[in-house]
C-alpha cells in the first residue's frame, strides 16, 4: 500500500511538471526551459540530502549519471513533444510507452504477471493506436510530433530503470548525480546551440515549477521502486497524463473526441489491469 501511494504521488506530480514544462516550452525554446527546469530540480535534491541521506559508491555513480543522460533525454524530447500538442493525446502515447519498457526489465530480472497483467500489456499497445489515431479539437498529431512522444517515452523508462538500479540503501545519491549530470548535458547543448535558441524569454516560473515537481515524481517514484516491484510501480506512476489532459482541458480548452475518449479508456484499463499484478 506504501509503494502504491508513493506512485500515485510520483504519478500526479509528474503529470503537472509535463504540463508546466511544456506549457512553458510555447513561449521559449525548449532548451531555455530546460536551463531552468533541470537546475531547480537539482536544488531540490540538494536541499533533501541532509534529511534523506546519499551515498555516493561506484555504482551509485554509474546508474545515477547514466539516469542523467536519459533524463536530459526526457525533458528534452518531452517538453517539445507537449509544446508543439495537442497535450491530450501525446502524453497518453508517451505514458503508455515508458510504462511498456520497466515492465519488461522487471519480467526479466524475475519479477511475474498474472492473468490481468498479460490481458494489461496488448491492451496498452492497443490504446496508444487509438489515442494517437483519434480526432479531438486539438487536432491530430503530426508523425513528428509521434516519434517525439515515443521517444520521450523511452528516455523516460530508461530514467526510471536506471534509477531502480542504484543501491537500494544510496538515499538520493542517485538522484543528485543524475540531476547534476542531465544539468550538465544540458547547459553544455545549450551553449553549443545558443545562437538557435532564439530570442524569447523562457517562462522562468512556469520552468522552475516544472523541474520542482520532476524532482518530488523522481524521489517519490525511487522510494516506491525501493518498497515494491518496478514492473507495478512503473504502470501505476505511468498514469500521469491524467494530470496533463486534465489541467490542458481545464486551461488550454482542449476538448477530447469520442475517439480519443476510447483511446483514453482503455489505456487507464491497460495501467488498471497492469497494476492488478
Not at 502524453?91 to 519488461?104: D, I, K, N, Q
Request: charged fraction near 10%; charge should be positive; aromatic fraction near 6%.
Amino acid at each position: 500500500m506504501i509503494a502504491l501511494l508513493l506512485a500515485l504521488g510520483s504519478s500526479l506530480a509528474y503529470g503537472c511538471a509535463d504540463f508546466l514544462g511544456g506549457l512553458g516550452s510555447r513561449k521559449a525554446h525548449v532548451l531555455r526551459t530546460v536551463m531552468i527546469a533541470a537546475p531547480a530540480s537539482l536544488a531540490v535534491e540538494l536541499l533533501l540530502w541532509p534529511f534523506l541521506g546519499a551515498s555516493f559508491d561506484a555504482r551509485t555513480l554509474a546508474w545515477g549519471a547514466a539516469s542523467g543522460v536519459a533524463s536530459a533525454a526526457a525533458f528534452a524530447l518531452l517538453y517539445r513533444t507537449l509544446a508543439i500538442g495537442p497535450m491530450n493525446v501525446l502524453s497518453p502515447v508517451t505514458a503508455l510507452v515508458s510504462a511498456v519498457l520497466p515492465v519488461g526489465v522487471g519480467l526479466l530480472q524475475g519479477e511475474h504477471l498474472g492473468t490481468a497483467g498479460v490481458i494489461g500489456l496488448p491492451l496498452a499497445l492497443a490504446a496508444v493506436v487509438l489515442v494517437s489515431a483519434g480526432h479531438g479539437a486539438g487536432g491530430r498529431p503530426s508523425r513528428t510530433a509521434l516519434l517525439l512522444a515515443f521517444g520521450a517515452g523511452a528516455a523516460i523508462a530508461l530514467q526510471l530503470i536506471f534509477l531502480h538500479q542504484a543501491p537500494s540503501g544510496s538515499g538520493v545519491g542517485p538522484l543528485i548525480v543524475g540531476r547534476a549530470v542531465s544539468s550538465l548535458v544540458t547547459l553544455t547543448a545549450a551553449g553549443l546551440m545558443y545562437r538557435r535558441l532564439g530570442a524569447e524569454r523562457p517562462a522562468y516560473a512556469m520552468s522552475a515549477a516544472a523541474g520542482v515537481l520532476d524532482s518530488v515524481a523522481n524521489l517519490l517514484f525511487l522510494l516506491a521502486v525501493r518498497s515494491g516491484d518496478l514492473a507495478v510501480v512503473a504502470v501505476i506512476t505511468a498514469l500521469y497524463p491524467a494530470g496533463t489532459v486534465l489541467l490542458a482541458r481545464g486551461v488550454l480548452a482542449e476538448r477530447i473526441g469520442r475517439g480519443q475518449l476510447v483511446g483514453l479508456g482503455t489505456a487507464a484499463a491497460a495501467v488498471s489491469l497492469l497494476a492488478l499484478t
